[in-house]
């Protein structure tokens, strides 16, 4: 527990932080009127980074520069986060999407907003990257067995009411099908009811992750499910031929229980 001196040095650390920010803000509107040089503007800034410095901790300052914000900026998400954001965000909100959300002007909401897509494009990436290497390595270690035993496949269809949490679903797809949008609405709708969903893209180009990029934004794919492994976006890479004897027809829904596969009806859902 903080002792009365320290924590009246915290509080005055936090006001001279906040006074000095106040007078930087207000300085620079007013360079014009007041005829205040634009170095002793930035003489005014770099004390209030300064000070900022002094308030945080080490390990916070650390977590600052992973994220790339100075040490204003991580104060400034610090103290938003004692508000209202932190009482009805999750806990996993980003800075950048906290000091986007309370921007103070266009252009500052238009700077965080770019470089959360800058994040997320580099993200997305590496779990692509990543797939990449996982179904690689499935290949090799595994080169002479299907994926799923095809002779298991129940003949008749399941309804999808019968969904367990346990439960994976296989979605197969494909760019510019309307019916497969409509099924993928309909899909989104029982993430929660799953363990996950697995779409497969077929007719594309093998390796073009830039389409499988443009058809989740289309279809508004919340980038943290793909994170978490809720979702996941996969080149069919023959697994949907593989899995109907090459009789199947795009779109189709498969559902995994344990060793179990069974085609689900898209009236079901």
């Given at each position: 527990?903080?002792?009365?001196?320290?924590?009246?040095?915290?509080?005055?650390?936090?006001?001279?932080?906040?006074?000095?920010?106040?007078?930087?803000?207000?300085?620079?509107?007013?360079?014009?009127?007041?005829?205040?040089?634009?170095?002793?503007?930035?003489?005014?800034?770099?004390?209030?980074?300064?000070?900022?410095?002094?308030?945080?901790?080490?390990?916070?300052?650390?977590?600052?520069q992973l994220w790339d914000l100075s040490a204003?900026?991580?104060?400034?998400?610090?103290?938003?986060?004692?508000?209202?954001?932190?009482?009805?965000?999750?806990?996993?909100?980003?800075?950048?999407?906290?000091?986007?959300?309370?921007?103070?002007?266009?252009?500052?909401?238009?700077?965080?907003?770019?470089?959360?897509?800058?994040?997320?494009?580099?993200?997305?990436?590496?779990?692509?990257?990543?797939?990449?290497?996982?179904?690689?390595?499935?290949?090799?270690?595994?080169?002479?067995?299907?994926?799923?035993?095809?002779?298991?496949?129940?003949?008749?269809?399941?309804?999808?009411?019968?969904?367990?949490?346990?439960?994976?679903?296989?979605?197969?797809?494909?760019?510019?099908?309307?019916?497969?949008?409509?099924?993928?609405?309909?899909?989104?709708?029982?993430?929660?009811?799953?363990?996950?969903?697995?779409?497969?893209?077929?007719?594309?180009?093998?390796?073009?992750?830039?389409?499988?990029?443009?058809?989740?934004?289309?279809?508004?794919?919340?980038?943290?499910?793909?994170?978490?492994?809720?979702?996941?976006?996969?080149?069919?890479?023959?697994?949907?031929?593989?899995?109907?004897?090459?009789?199947?027809?795009?779109?189709?829904?498969?559902?995994?229980?344990?060793?179990?596969?069974?085609?689900?009806?898209?009236?079901?859902?």
């Amino acid at each position: 527990m903080l002792s009365a001196a320290a924590g009246a040095r915290v509080r005055m650390s936090s006001r001279l932080l906040f006074i000095a920010v106040m007078i930087a803000l207000a300085v620079s509107g007013s360079v014009g009127a007041a005829g205040t040089s634009n170095t002793e503007v930035k003489e005014i800034v770099s004390d209030a980074s300064v000070i900022a410095e002094s308030v945080l901790s080490s390990a916070e300052l650390a977590r600052a520069q992973l994220w790339d914000l100075s040490a204003v900026e991580w104060h400034r998400y610090q103290q938003l986060m004692q508000g209202i954001r932190g009482s009805i965000s999750p806990s996993t909100i980003s800075p950048i999407e906290v000091l986007g959300i309370h921007a103070r002007d266009d252009a500052e909401r238009r700077q965080y907003a770019e470089d959360w897509v800058r994040l997320m494009r580099e993200d997305v990436d590496r779990i692509l990257a990543f797939q990449h290497a996982y179904d690689a390595a499935g290949k090799r270690l595994y080169p002479n067995e299907l994926m799923i035993d095809i002779d298991r496949l129940p003949g008749k269809h399941e309804p999808a009411d019968a969904f367990q949490s346990t439960d994976r679903i296989l979605f197969f797809s494909r760019p510019n099908c309307p019916d497969c949008d409509a099924l993928m609405i309909k899909l989104l709708t029982r993430i929660d009811a799953v363990s996950g969903i697995d779409i497969f893209l077929t007719a594309l180009a093998p390796g073009d992750d830039a389409a499988v990029r443009a058809w989740a934004s289309t279809h508004e794919i919340n980038p943290e499910w793909v994170r978490s492994r809720r979702i996941t976006l996969n080149h069919d890479a023959g697994t949907f031929d593989k899995l109907t004897g090459g009789q199947g027809k795009v779109p189709i829904i498969l559902r995994r229980r344990g060793e179990k596969l069974s085609q689900v009806r898209g009236s079901a859902l």
